[in-house]
């Protein structure tokens, strides 16, 4: 599975953005998503993941009720929608992808694959 990570920018505090993570390859056999975040001189940190039907969510909490995940398996798509950003949320955002799709995780080195990231910037 091949992930690409897309969505990131500028935005100032208190704004939006939806980040998406396109999947490409053996997507047939299905896996549970999760995005992840990097600061500057911080170690990866989870943000949110999602099990391959959709139904089951996790999410930190420093993002719940700010923060969406979604999926659309026909287009192999994986979003999160961020809302209320603020300079915290600074990052590089990347998207991964467990082939034990009905277990979601909040530990990097659980998941087999990984996206390139994409940087989120906002400005106060």
């Known amino acids: 599975v091949q992930l690409q990570a897309s969505g990131g920018g500028l935005v100032q505090v208190g704004g939006s953005l939806r980040l998406s993570c396109a999947a490409s390859?053996?997507?047939?056999?299905?896996?549970?998503t999760g995005w992840f975040r990097q600061a500057p001189g911080k170690e990866r940190e989870f943000v949110a993941a999602?099990?391959?039907?959709?139904?089951?969510?996790l999410y930190e909490n420093s993002v719940k009720g700010r923060f969406t995940i979604s999926r659309d398996n026909a287009k192999n798509t994986v979003y999160l929608r961020m809302n209320s950003l603020k300079p915290e949320d600074t990052a590089v955002y990347f998207c991964?992808?467990?082939?034990?799709?009905?277990?979601?995780?909040?530990?990097?080195?659980?998941?087999?694959?990984w996206g390139q990231g994409t940087l989120v910037t906002v400005s106060s």
């Open positions: 991964a992808a467990k082939t034990i799709y009905y277990i979601l995780s909040v530990y990097p080195n659980e998941y087999d694959y």
């Open positions: 390859g053996r997507t047939s056999s299905g896996y549970a």
């Open positions: 999602i099990s391959w039907s959709g139904g089951s969510t």
